[in-house]
């Protein structure tokens, strides 16, 4: 079964500077994607960016992208120029591109345990 | 457009007794799925549908967990009885394809059983 870890439960940044959240997840797949989540307090869940495994080039999305390292394993954000509504949690979330027996896809989302931003002013 | 909506946001029950939670996927999407968030598990997957039949419950805790999909606008998961370890916000979320397109999550339940 695929893990991600976040090891950051909690994680700070100054308005306007960079922050870098981690993540990690194990798999013996090769092809599946990777997603990075935002839930503000409103606790809607929000997608921000994903990655495709058999891409070697990082996603980008505005003032997000990821440092995506296969072999390591490693599925990090980085939030340039941080805005106080970038303060929420933030879950990595992984999912195969197994096939279940039934023939259908196995599209179940794997998600770490979460880091909170919070934005200071 | 219109998002995932749920209903209700909240509800507060008694032990044993009967909670419907309800969904409406956006519409066109043709996946459905259920998860659970809780402090102590994280999100988690209930169940999942595509097409309305039910494609992956594995993550249904156990029988008191039950869930449906009549047509493609509605979907509902209902616990019978309910139990204080039920307390929870349940999500769903919907995809177009067999799921493989991108989740857009609904605003969650937040369930709270006394």
């Known amino acids: 079964a695929q893990t991600v870890t976040q090891s950051q439960p909690e994680m700070s940044v100054q308005e306007a500077e960079t922050v870098t959240l981690s993540c990690t997840y194990d798999?013996?797949?090769?092809?599946?994607?990777l997603f990075w989540y935002k839930q503000p307090p409103s606790r809607q869940m929000i997608l921000v960016i994903r990655?495709?495994?058999?891409?070697?080039q990082n996603a980008t999305e505005n003032r997000f992208s990821v440092n995506f390292q296969k072999a390591a394993k490693s599925f990090s954000l980085k939030i340039s120029d941080s805005q106080l509504g970038d303060a929420a949690m933030y879950f990595c979330?992984?999912?195969?591109?197994?096939?279940?027996?039934?023939?259908?896809?196995?599209?179940?989302?794997?998600f770490g345990k979460g880091t909170k931003l919070s934005v200071i002013p | 457009d219109a998002g995932v909506i749920q209903s209700p946001r909240h509800e507060v029950t008694e032990m044993g007794q009967e909670v419907t939670l309800r969904c409406k996927p956006i519409?066109?999407?043709?996946?459905l799925f259920w998860y659970r968030q809780t402090m102590m598990r994280g999100l988690e997957l209930l169940i999942y549908?595509?097409?309305?039949?039910?494609?992956?419950d594995s993550g249904m805790p156990e029988d008191r967990f039950s869930a449906k999909m009549p047509n493609a606008s509605f979907s509902t998961l209902k616990i019978q009885p309910s139990e204080p370890r039920d307390s929870a916000v349940y999500f769903c979320?919907?995809?177009?394809?067999?799921?493989?397109?991108?989740?857009?999550f609904g605003p969650g339940t937040r369930l709270t059983v006394t």
């Open positions: 990655q495709e495994a058999y891409k070697q």
């Open positions: 979330a992984y999912r195969s591109s197994a096939v279940l027996f039934s023939g259908a896809g196995s599209y179940q989302l794997t």
């Open positions: 798999t013996s797949e090769s092809d599946y994607y």
């Open positions: 519409s066109g999407h043709n996946s």
């Open positions: 979320a919907s995809s177009t394809g067999q799921g493989e397109k991108e989740q857009y």
């Open positions: 549908f595509n097409n309305n039949v039910p494609i992956d």
